[in-house]
C-alpha cells in the first residue's frame, strides 16, 4: 500500500501546476479540440494555479472560457492579465449574477469551439496530463462521454497545493473501478440503476463530453440553486450512446469552505437551496424523463431517480436537526415550503419534520444494534469515517 502511495505521490509531484506558463506552440490550431470551461466568483485565491493548471497541460490545443458572474474582488483583472499573455484565454462576464454556476456554464457552452466540452471548478485544478489522457481515450472509443471515476484530494484540507503536496485518491462513486478503459452499457435500465446506486456519480468536473452530442440533446444545466450538475448528469446518462469509464485520475479537487457561502451563508439560505433542489429539481428530471417512452412504460424507473435526488439532500438537511431544535426550525420550514404548498403548508411542514426524526431513531437504532454485536462478538466498533466535504 505505502509503494502504492509513493508512487501516487510521485506522479501528481511530477504533474502538479509548474510556477510559470508554458510558452505557446506555434502550430496551435485556431480551432480548439477542447473547451475548459471555468465558472467564477470571487475566486482571486486561486484562479491563477486554476488557469495555469490548463496552460501548462502536455496538450496544447485548447480554448479556456473564464466566465465571471460579477465577482466583487479581483478575479477578473487576474484573469485579464493572464489573458493577456496567451490568446487561447476568453474571458466573458456576466451583466448581472445568476447566483449559482448554472448560468455560467451554459454561457461557456454556448461560446465553444472545441470538439470536446470540459468544466473545470475555479478552485480546483487538472493534473498536467489531463487532456491529452482523456482526448485520446474520447478519440479512440469515439466516445460521447469519458467519465473518470476519482479525484485527488489534497491531504488535511489543504487548499494551496504546491509539487511538494501530499495527495490521497477520493470518489463518491461506490463499487468497484475499473481497470482499464470500458465502454459502458447503452441499457438505459442499468444507467438508472448506476447512477441511483452511486456507480456514475453526478460531479461534471471530472468528466469530457464531445460539444455535438451536448448540442444534438439540447443538455444544459437548470437554474438551481445547489447540484444542478448531478441532474445535468443524469440527463447525460440518459442520452449518451457511448459513455467510456476510464481508471484515470485527470483532477485535483480542492475543499474550498468558501465555495458554498453564495448558497448556504445561512441556515435559512440553506434549507432553501436544498428544498428549491427537492421540490423544482425532482420537477426537472421528471418532466425531462416525460419525453422518453422506457420511462413512461415504467414508473418505477421514472420514480427511481427522483428518490434518490430527494433522499440525497434529506440526509443534508439532517445536519440543522442535529444542531436545532424541531421548534427552532419550525419557522423557517414553515417559511420555505410555503412557496410551493400554500394551504398545505402545516401537513408538510410536519412531514418534513417527521421525515428527519424518524431517520434519526434509525440512526440511533443502527447504532445500537453494532454496539451489542461489538459486545456479543468481543470486537470494538469501528469508528466512522470522514469524507471531504463537498463544495456545492
Same mark, same amino acid.
Given at each position: 500500500? $505505502? $509503494?502504492?502511495?509513493n508512487k501516487?505521490?510521485?506522479?501528481i509531484a511530477?504533474?502538479?501546476?509548474a510556477?510559470?506558463p508554458?510558452p505557446?506552440?506555434a502550430?496551435?490550431?485556431?480551432i480548439?479540440?477542447? /473547451? ?6 470571487n475566486?482571486?485565491?486561486?484562479i491563477?494555479s486554476?488557469?495555469?493548471s490548463?496552460?501548462n497541460q502536455t496538450?496544447?490545443a485548447?480554448?479556456?472560457i473564464?466566465v465571471?458572474d460579477? *465577482? ?5 483583472k487576474?484573469v485579464?492579465e493572464?489573458a493577456k499573455?496567451d490568446?487561447?484565454?476568453?474571458l466573458v462576464r456576466?451583466p448581472?449574477n445568476s447566483? #449559482?454556476a /448554472?448560468?455560467p ?5 454556448r461560446l ?6 470540459g468544466?473545470l471548478?475555479?478552485?480546483?485544478m ?6 491529452a489522457e482523456?482526448?485520446e481515450?474520447a478519440?479512440?472509443w469515439?466516445?460521447d462521454?469519458? &467519465?473518470?471515476e476519482q479525484?485527488y484530494f489534497p491531504e488535511?484540507?489543504v487548499?494551496d497545493?504546491?509539487?511538494q503536496t ?5 470518489s463518491k %462513486?461506490? #463499487?468497484?473501478f475499473c481497470k ?5 452499457t447503452d441499457n ?5 440503476q448506476?447512477? !441511483?446506486?452511486?456507480? +456514475?456519480f453526478?460531479w461534471?468536473h471530472?468528466?469530457i463530453y ?6 444534438e440533446?439540447?443538455? =444544459?444545466?437548470?437554474?438551481l +440553486?445547489?447540484? %444542478?450538475?448531478i441532474?445535468f448528469?443524469f440527463k447525460?446518462?440518459?442520452t449518451?450512446? =457511448?459513455?467510456?469509464r476510464v481508471?484515470?485520475?485527470i483532477?485535483i479537487y480542492? &475543499?474550498n469552505?468558501n465555495s458554498i457561502?453564495?448558497k448556504m451563508? *445561512? ?13 423544482? #429539481?425532482?420537477?426537472i428530471?421528471?418532466?425531462?424523463m416525460?419525453q422518453f417512452?422506457?420511462f ?7 420514480q427511481?431517480?427522483?428518490?434518490y ?5 434529506l440526509?443534508w438537511?439532517? =445536519?440543522f436537526y ?7 426550525l419550525e419557522?423557517?420550514?414553515?417559511k %420555505?415550503l410555503?412557496?410551493? !404548498? ?5 401537513f408538510?411542514s410536519?412531514i418534513? /419534520?417527521?421525515v ?7 440512526m440511533?437504532m443502527?447504532?445500537?444494534?453494532? %454496539?451489542?454485536n461489538?459486545?456479543?462478538?468481543g470486537t470494538?466498533?469501528a469508528?466512522a469515517?470522514v ?5 456545492k
Open positions: 500500500m $505505502s $509503494s502504492q502511495k501516487i505521490q510521485k506522479k511530477n504533474q502538479t501546476v510556477t510559470k508554458v505557446i506552440p502550430n496551435v490550431p485556431i480548439p479540440a477542447i /473547451s475548459v470551461i471555468i465558472p467564477m466568483y475566486a482571486q485565491r486561486y491563477k486554476c488557469i495555469e490548463v496552460l496538450f496544447k485548447f480554448e479556456i473564464c465571471d460579477c *465577482s466583487t474582488d479581483d478575479t477578473v487576474i485579464s493572464i499573455t490568446k487561447r484565454i476568453r456576466l448581472k447566483g #449559482g /448554472s448560468e456554464r451554459n454561457t461557456g457552452m465553444s469551439r472545441g470538439k470536446y466540452i468544466f471548478d475555479s478552485d480546483d487538472y493534473t498536467r496530463t489531463a487532456l482523456v482526448i481515450v478519440e479512440k469515439n466516445a462521454v469519458v &467519465h473518470t479525484v488535511n484540507q487548499i497545493v504546491t509539487p501530499k495527495f490521497t485518491t477520493f %462513486e461506490k #463499487g468497484g482499464e478503459p470500458m465502454l459502458e438505459l435500465a442499468k444507467r438508472v448506476m447512477f !441511483c446506486g452511486g456507480r +456514475l453526478g461534471v471530472n468528466k464531445r460539444r455535438d452530442f451536448i448540442m440533446k439540447n443538455l =444544459r444545466f437548470d437554474n +440553486l445547489t447540484s %444542478e450538475d441532474v448528469y447525460v446518462i440518459c449518451a450512446a =457511448r459513455l467510456v481508471p484515470n485520475i483532477y480542492r &475543499h469552505p457561502t453564495r451563508v *445561512s441556515i435559512e439560505a440553506s434549507i432553501h437551496a436544498l428544498t428549491h433542489l427537492m421540490i423544482e #429539481g425532482s420537477k428530471m421528471d418532466d425531462f416525460r417512452e422506457f413512461v412504460k415504467n414508473p418505477n424507473y421514472r427511481m431517480p427522483i428518490d435526488i430527494i433522499q440525497q439532500h440526509i438537511t439532517q =445536519r442535529d444542531k436545532y431544535t424541531p421548534v427552532q419557522g423557517i420550514i414553515r %420555505e410555503g412557496t410551493y !404548498c400554500k394551504e398545505f403548508v402545516p408538510f410536519y418534513y /419534520s417527521a428527519h426524526m424518524y431517520r434519526k431513531r434509525l440511533k443502527d447504532k445500537d444494534i453494532k %454496539e451489542l461489538a459486545k456479543l462478538n470494538p466498533v469508528p469515517s469524507a471531504p466535504a463537498q463544495k
